[in-house]
C-alpha cells in the first residue's frame, strides 16, 4: 500500500511540475540608463608669480595638473583658465601693459594667449580617463616688478 501511495504521490507531482513548466514565459526587457559626467581637477598653483626682470625677457610661471573625467564614450572633456584680475599690476607702477600666454606640455594641451576676462581652453580631450600635463605661463611686461595673478582653472564635461 506504501507502495502505491508513493507512486500516486510522485505520479501527481511530476504532473504539476510538467504543467508548471508548460506555463514559464521569457521576455526580454530594455533598460536605459544615463550617467552624469563628473570632472576632477588638481593644480599646484592657483596663483601665478612671476618676477618680470627686463621688459625684453618674459618671466616664467608653471602649473602642474592632473584631470579626471568619466563621461560618455565620445564626448568632450575641456580644461580652462580664468585670470582672476583684469590687469596684474606690479608691486608699483599701474600704468604698466602686460600680455600672458601659456604653452601646454602633455596630451590635449594647448597654447596661446590668456584673454584677460573670461575662460581660455587650455586643453581638451575625448573621452574618459586621467590626463597629466603642465601649463608654461609667460608673462611680458613693459615694467619691471613683481606679478601676482590668481587664476582659476575649470574642468568641464557634458
Not at 106 to 115: F, I, K, R
Not at 127 to 135: D, I, Q, W
Request: hydrophobic share 45%; charged share 10%; net charge neutral.
Amino acid at each position: 500500500m506504501r507502495f502505491l501511495s508513493f507512486t500516486v504521490v510522485t505520479a501527481a507531482l511530476l504532473s504539476i511540475a510538467t504543467t508548471a513548466s508548460a506555463e514559464t514565459a521569457s521576455t526580454t526587457l530594455v533598460v536605459a540608463a544615463t550617467f552624469n559626467s563628473r570632472t576632477s581637477l588638481n593644480v599646484s598653483a592657483d596663483v601665478l608669480q612671476f618676477d618680470v626682470v627686463s621688459s625684453a625677457d618674459p618671466a616664467v610661471a608653471m602649473v602642474d595638473f592632473s584631470a579626471r573625467a568619466r563621461t560618455a564614450a565620445g564626448a568632450q572633456v575641456v580644461l580652462s583658465i580664468e585670470p582672476l584680475q583684469e590687469e596684474p599690476g606690479p608691486q608699483g607702477p599701474s600704468d604698466t601693459q602686460t600680455a600672458l600666454t601659456f604653452s601646454g606640455v602633455g596630451e590635449g594641451t594647448l597654447s596661446g594667449a590668456v584673454a584677460p576676462s573670461g575662460l581660455t581652453v587650455a586643453g581638451r580631450w575625448t573621452g574618459s580617463g586621467l590626463r597629466h600635463g603642465t601649463l608654461v605661463f609667460a608673462l611680458r611686461a613693459t615694467a619691471p616688478g613683481k606679478y601676482t595673478i590668481p587664476v582659476r582653472f575649470v574642468l568641464s564635461a557634458p
